[in-house]
């Protein structure tokens, strides 16, 4: 029985909490070897401690593996899987998702995935290590990389993955068009079911074409076919494209479940209703149309016709302005709130103020002129890591510490969680800054030793510090990860509703029971009624609350 | 305190770029100042322990929107701004190569070295006199070079940070480029783009030379096409 | 908030949404090379044009069968529909049977996936779109096994939209590969 409730459950709650688990512990994974490249970046000649000596093959592994996870395994099922399988249904008033069994099939087929991936570390020749870009003829030609099977698994495994969030992807559209609440229309849904369903459109389209092209590497790896190499007239570029294709909006999938989790945060604790709810789904909807037509700006210097860059400049200009509305609309969403510094919120505000530089640092990369020096180097690096990180776990920790009273019916120790919080952002900075300044010097990217580059090395001490950075901020972890077992077991008891939200997920029990709701929500007024003019005792309306 | 991490600059177009990072960097940083200034400046002045019940603001007027959409249409015009100045920086450098170059080389990539065909001294490659070295690129100085850049195995990145040059080396492909230097030395040539597992030791030397000690370094190299190399493999 | 659509016929649309866009970006890929290679008619003179008409023919009959398939048991006409799907079903395995007679002369002609880049693409597309086509056929199977216990309309129609979207690949692929031998296609 205990197999059939926590183990091959169909449950949405429990599938989503198997995903979110398996991307924290996907999350170490990709850490440690983060670790491992980290310490032979400061250190170049050193072993590196629980690991060993890195040669060139398994830094290159280390890092392809580390880009993969992370991308793939931590940021994906924690934000869109693991949030949306939890929070989408109870967010609308559902009993559970359109289609359970599709749910569990969507887990088990990212959980085999993510077996296949780590398998990949065993084999001989390693885990696969041509870039998580996985650019052909390199990760197409085993004589010319040396890695056999491990490249073989990586595309196997990163193709199933796809699988299972297109069923995920499938089961969030429906369930969101067909099973809301009575009352519940689309412009009363809560920002993050918007994000959700907008990302599995995104993703759904964006994919297909990268999935066409994983069969073609895989073939020319297995069956000497030559779909990207040259000698048998194909073209290397086009696994670029159709790579870029699905990448650029990739970052949208993830950048847009994390705006809807620091929306649901930030209004509850500013006690504001979200300033411009429908500019900012209408944006939403406007940036995702334009990520796909955006990709090329990944490829300036890829030896694409120079033409090109002109056109796809443009695009990214002109994507940059919906993302001014929605940036502009969550600190307008400050203004005159009641703004309490709980540890979700300084997540979530770390995310708003530490994604700003991931924004504008773009701008450097995204001009191709300036691309010309900067692409490859790690200028881009500290760029990526500065939407990505603090996408995935600043608001992917805003949103664990937010819900999680919902989750297990306990609160997570609040000082705690502030010391993580202070921690993770101050040496995610430590981290992270000294790299602009290296790519700046002309650092470029996926060298085992920069100690081998003359002109790299009266700049070593900043790989030092940014080495010391990230062990801090992988050891501030740890306390997360005790605040997260321990609160299981001694947290305070949660209420219902313990920060006084406005949404229905607070009118389930915490943790919901099968089914979610006692009786079935009839919503009559938008998700952020708070503080609104005339209330006496508490300031908020929940969205069932008559009008 | 951002261009000052940038390498010296020996080519004719690398002052244009760094002015392109300035100045996006200046507009740039405007705007990021700004933002998270009002961004902090609302945590504090909003923050709860001032007593101030909060206000219902869901900003559905357009008149309060315009807080919104006013900045929007502002990032918009600094944008098109940031695009009017490179655009033409990046056809000059990427798009037209100069029409009678001094010089044509041609760099090859391949895994783990750049192998470089000189045109000899008589100017022109796929001759006789060309001199092929291994990772070492000899260059006279203030002349308008040209370089076939291909790739044998797997993609290169021809990465000359002192030139402020970096351009894809494709297999199946000839990429052409240019560059003018205005100062004599030896720069650092490295591989931008990964390449395996040697990617990490893929480095070389620009030697620029003034035109007598070029002709020089030119008589000095045995002068023959196929299989005639110098420097270390 | 009750959707007009039922929830499975979503879902079913979603689903081969998310197929057209991997054949799509395959048939792409296809395009753009085939522009650049005139060369690719002659290779394409070797494939049997006429198993693929052949082959053309049954699948849009077994799209015909599994429509009246699906009329007979909206109509409450289990019996009969039951055989419309299993001629639907006999329709695939010829279809895969050809096919594999396809494969297999091709094979021993020499004409492998590594030969050139015409046929890399032509297995590669021909040979997905067969799993798609056993897939189909193992999904009619479970239906029309279940066609006689109840009267599902929405299974019957659901797996009749797969097979009709795996049709139209078909549809697709046929003149891509098999009569583009003309050369016409500069």
């Not at chain 1, 991936?117 to 052909?136: E, I, R």
């Amino acid at each position: 029985m205990a197999l059939r409730k926590y183990i091959f459950s169909v449950d949405h709650k429990i599938v989503g909490m198997q995903y979110l688990c398996t991307g924290l512990v996907m999350a170490f994974v990709g850490g440690y070897l983060a670790y491992v490249f980290r310490h032979q970046l400061a250190w170049p000649n050193e072993p590196v401690p629980l690991f060993g000596m890195v040669g060139p093959d398994q830094y290159n592994a280390s890092v392809t593996m580390h880009g993969t996870i992370m991308v793939f395994w931590v940021a994906m099922p924690i934000l869109l899987s693991g949030f949306g399988n939890y929070l989408l249904p109870l967010m609308i008033g559902a009993p559970d998702m359109a289609f359970p069994r599709l749910n569990m099939m969507s887990f088990w087929t990212f959980f085999l995935s993510t077996l296949l991936l780590m398998s990949s570390f065993l084999v001989p020749g390693g885990a696969a290590s041509g870039g998580w870009t996985s650019y052909p003829p390199l990760a197409a030609s085993p004589g010319l990389s040396g890695v056999e099977w491990g490249g073989h698994l990586w595309i196997l495994a990163v193709a199933l993955e796809f699988a299972s969030m297109l069923m995920g992807g499938i089961n969030f559209l429906t369930t969101t068009l067909t099973m809301r609440a009575p009352g519940m229309t689309l412009f009363r849904m809560p920002i993050l079911v918007w994000m959700l369903n907008i990302a599995s459109l995104v993703f759904m389209f964006s994919v297909g074409p990268l999935i066409a092209g994983a069969f073609m590497l895989l073939a020319d790896r297995l069956f000497q076919t030559g779909f990207f190499l040259p000698q048998s007239g194909g073209d290397p570029l086009l696994f670029q494209h159709l790579f870029w294709f699905f990448g650029h909006p990739e970052v949208y999938v993830l950048l847009f479940p994390a705006l809807g989790i620091i929306a649901e945060v930030m209004t509850v604790f500013a006690r504001k209703p979200f300033f411009g709810y429908r500019p900012l789904i209408y944006a939403s909807l406007i940036a995702s149309v334009l990520s796909f037509l955006v990709w090329a700006h990944h490829q300036f210097i890829s030896g694409m016709d120079p033409r090109l860059a002109a056109p796809f400049s443009i695009t990214t200009i002109i994507i940059s302005v919906p993302f001014a509305v929605a940036i502009f609309s969550y600190i307008a969403t400050l203004w005159g709130g009641s703004i309490e510094l709980k540890t979700p919120m300084i997540f979530a505000l770390g995310m708003l103020a530490e994604f700003l530089v991931g924004g504008v640092t773009g701008i450097f990369n995204g001009s191709a002129a300036a691309d010309i020096y900067l692409h490859d180097t790690y200028f881009v690096v500290a760029h990526f890591h500065y939407t990505l990180f603090p996408v995935t776990f600043l608001a992917g920790f805003a949103g664990i510490y937010f819900w999680y009273p919902k989750w297990f019916g306990r609160l997570m120790n609040e000082t705690w969680g502030k010391i993580h919080a202070v921690l993770t952002i101050i040496s995610f900075n430590v981290t992270f800054l000294p790299l602009f300044a290296i790519g700046l010097v002309g650092h470029q990217r996926r060298i085992f030793d920069p100690s081998l580059f003359d002109y790299l090395q009266p700049f070593q001490h900043l790989h030092v510090i940014s080495t010391w950075g990230f062990i801090i901020l992988f050891l501030s972890q740890i306390i997360f990860v005790v605040n997260f077992i321990a609160s299981l077991c001694y947290g305070p008891i949660a209420t219902r509703n313990p920060w006084s939200a406005a949404t229905l997920e607070w009118l389930a029990p915490s943790p919901p029971g099968h089914g979610n709701f006692e009786e079935p929500p009839v919503v009559h007024r938008g998700p952020y009624d708070y503080s609104l003019p005339g209330l006496t005792g508490k300031d908020w309306k929940n969205q069932t609350e008559a009008v | 305190m951002m261009l000052h991490w940038l390498p010296i600059n020996i080519s004719t177009y690398g002052h244009k770029i760094d002015h392109v990072i300035l100045v996006i960097y200046l507009i740039v940083g405007i705007w990021f100042l700004l933002a998270e200034g009002i961004l902090g400046y609302f945590i504090i002045r909003y923050h709860r322990s001032k007593g101030q019940p909060a206000i219902f603001q869901p900003g559905t007027s357009l008149r309060s929107l315009m807080w919104v959409l006013i900045p929007a249409a502002l990032v918009l015009a600094f944008d098109i701004g940031i695009e009017v100045v490179q655009g033409p920086i990046w056809e000059e450098i990427k798009m037209n190569l100069p029409e009678k170059p001094d010089q044509t080389i041609r760099i090859r990539g391949r895994q783990f070295v750049w192998e470089i065909t000189h045109p000899g001294p008589d100017g022109r490659l796929d001759t006789a006199d060309d001199i092929k070295t291994f990772n070492q690129l000899t260059i006279p100085v203030h002349q308008k070079i040209v370089f076939e850049l291909q790739a044998e195995d797997v993609i290169h990145s021809l990465w000359i940070p002192n030139l402020r040059l970096k351009q894809d080396a494709v297999p199946g492909r000839t990429i052409r480029g240019w560059f003018e230097t205005m100062q004599t030395g030896t720069y650092p040539i490295a591989c931008a783009e990964l390449c395996g597992s040697g990617h990490g030791t893929m480095q070389g030397q620009l030697h620029v030379m003034d035109f007598a000690d070029y002709q020089k370094w030119l008589a000095e190299q045995t002068p023959s096409g196929e299989g005639a190399t110098s420097g270390t493999p | 908030m009750k959707s007009s659509v039922p929830i499975w016929r979503l879902g079913i649309w979603w689903f081969l949404g998310s197929e057209i866009v991997v054949f799509g970006g395959l048939i792409v890929c296809y395009l753009l090379y085939r522009f650049h290679h005139p060369e690719w008619a002659s290779e394409a003179a070797h494939t049997l044009t006429w198993v693929g008409a052949v082959n053309t023919v049954v699948l849009l009959t077994s799209s015909l069968t599994m429509i009246l398939a699906h009329h007979e048991v909206e109509h409450g006409n289990a019996r009969s529909g039951a055989t419309y799907l299993g001629l639907t079903i006999l329709a695939g395995i010829i279809f895969l049977l050809l096919k594999s007679y396809e494969y297999h002369h091709e094979i021993t002609e020499g004409f492998l996936p590594s030969r050139s880049l015409f046929w890399s693409f032509y297995f590669l597309m021909t040979a997905l779109h067969g799993l798609h086509i056993v897939g189909g056929l193992v999904a009619n199977v479970v239906v029309w096994s279940g066609l006689k216990r109840r009267f599902a309309t929405h299974r019957i129609e659901s797996v009749g939209l797969y097979w009709h979207f795996v049709d139209v690949v078909w549809i697709f692929l046929f003149p891509l590969l098999y009569l583009s031998a003309s050369g016409g296609m500069r």
